[in-house]
């Protein structure tokens, strides 16, 4: 079983380095499948490139993928498509969703026979730090989720998911947005259209004050997103 752990990142020179070599450690000694961190960078302009290619020729689990052009989306569909997994993840660079619960997201799916596993801050179990307007702006969002797609998942924008490449080659083809709408869309069109079955772990999760995230631009693009795909399912039933 051989696993995919993507960081997507933009002009993260600061907390590459120490940041990647720390999930590095941390899986050598919990993850018991083969693994390969492969760092995705989203046409960085600051020393980004240096210190991911200097990673990727210095350990043998770390890999190293430039992309020019922007958005999350877009990063994680050119990963997954190049390389060869039985499962892709992937997770945010600033460890914010605690590592630890990571071996379970994987054990979902190898042992328990989900097709994708996502992280949720928003489950009774999870420990959240963040503040209240960010804390509303999620629980709104994912409200509004539930009562359109009438959805079993708890939290549809954790950077914190797993996915079988079977389920993942599936549904591919159909997803439309590259930047951060890429996991609604991923989730909504896997378990609307194909019946996939989602696993949701509960996380201990702090925010990151230092995120370069929009949140308005953000809200935006995930409006106009839910309508599109709520249409798209609309078109396409099973």
């Known amino acids: 079983m051989k696993v995919l752990i993507n960081l997507p990142v933009y002009n993260e020179e600061k907390q590459l380095e120490k940041h990647t070599l720390i999930l590095d450690r941390f899986l050598k000694k919990n993850l018991n499948y083969q693994y390969t961190i492969q760092i995705v960078d989203n ?9 991911g290619e200097k990673l990727k ?5 770390i890999d190293y993928l430039y992309i020019p052009r922007k958005g999350r989306g877009f990063a994680l ?8 997994y039985d499962i892709y993840s992937y997770m945010d660079l600033d460890l914010s969703t605690d ?16 097709d994708i596993s996502i992280g949720s801050r928003l489950s009774k179990e999870s420990k959240v730090k963040r503040g209240i307007i960010r804390t509303v702006l999620s629980k709104g969002y994912n409200l509004l989720i539930k009562l359109f797609f009438k959805t079993s998942f708890p939290d549809a924008q954790c ?5 079988k490449k079977a389920a993942f ?9 590259d930047n951060w709408f890429f996991d609604t869309e991923l989730l909504l069109i896997g378990e609307r ?5 989602i696993a949701s772990v509960p996380v201990k999760w702090i925010d990151d004050k230092e995120t370069t995230v929009k949140v308005g631009k953000t809200i935006k693009e995930d409006i ?13 039933k099973k």
């Open 159 to 163: 950077g914190f998911k797993a996915i």
């Open 43 to 51: 046409a960085s302009i600051d020393g980004t490139r240096k210190i």
């Open 99 to 114: 590592i630890n619960k990571f071996p379970k997201l994987i054990d979902m799916i190898v042992k328990d026979g989900y």
């Open 169 to 177: 080659w599936k549904i591919a083809p159909e997803i439309k947005n």
């Open 57 to 61: 020729h210095k350990y043998k689990n």
């Open 224 to 236: 106009k997103g839910l309508i599109r795909v709520y249409k798209y399912l609309s078109k396409n």
């Open 193 to 197: 259209k194909y019946k996939l079955k």
């Open 77 to 84: 569909k050119q990963a997954w498509t190049n390389k060869n």
